[in-house]
Nanobody, 127 residues
Framework: QVQLVESGGGSVQAGGSLRVACVAS????????MGWFRQAPGKEREFLAS????????YYGDSVKGRFTISRDNAKNTVYLLMNNLKFEDTAVYYC????????????????????WGQGTQVTVSS
């Protein structure tokens, strides 16, 4: 079991930047691949980014590629999502997710692949 708590959400103007964080507690963080998703009102949950257990591999959704960067600090049991050039349509609740990874370089992009989820943090971008 792993418990996830997101933080760092808030309000920002379009074109600005924000970094959200997710702290994991429980079993060995090093064994878990991590992902970020978001859900806007009336829309389905959307994949944003995934990072491998080792931190050596990452994968991004098309809507955020080139603007968002996922990273992790295994010493702090924390995964980050740095969001640059934010747009109004980035407004959503942002969730982190975790899954045990058999291979250290694996990344995962489907919601169904993650058994563990945080409670979410709201990001609001004003135009």
């Amino acid at each position: 079991q792993v418990q996830l708590v997101e933080s760092g959400g808030g309000s920002v103007q379009a074109g600005g930047s924000l970094r959200v964080a997710c702290v994991a507690s429980g079993r060995a963080f090093l064994n878990y691949a991590m992902g970020w998703f978001r859900q806007a009102p009336g829309k389905e949950r959307e994949f944003l980014a995934s990072i491998s257990a080792s931190g050596g591999g990452s994968y991004y959704g098309d809507s955020v590629k080139g603007r968002f960067t996922i990273s992790r600090d295994n010493a702090k049991n924390t995964v980050y999502l740095l969001m640059n050039n934010l747009k109004f349509e980035d407004t959503a609740v942002y969730y982190c997710a975790a899954r045990n990874a058999a291979l250290s370089f694996q990344t995962f992009s489907r919601e169904s692949q993650y058994p563990y989820w945080g409670q979410g943090t709201q990001v609001t971008v004003s135009s």
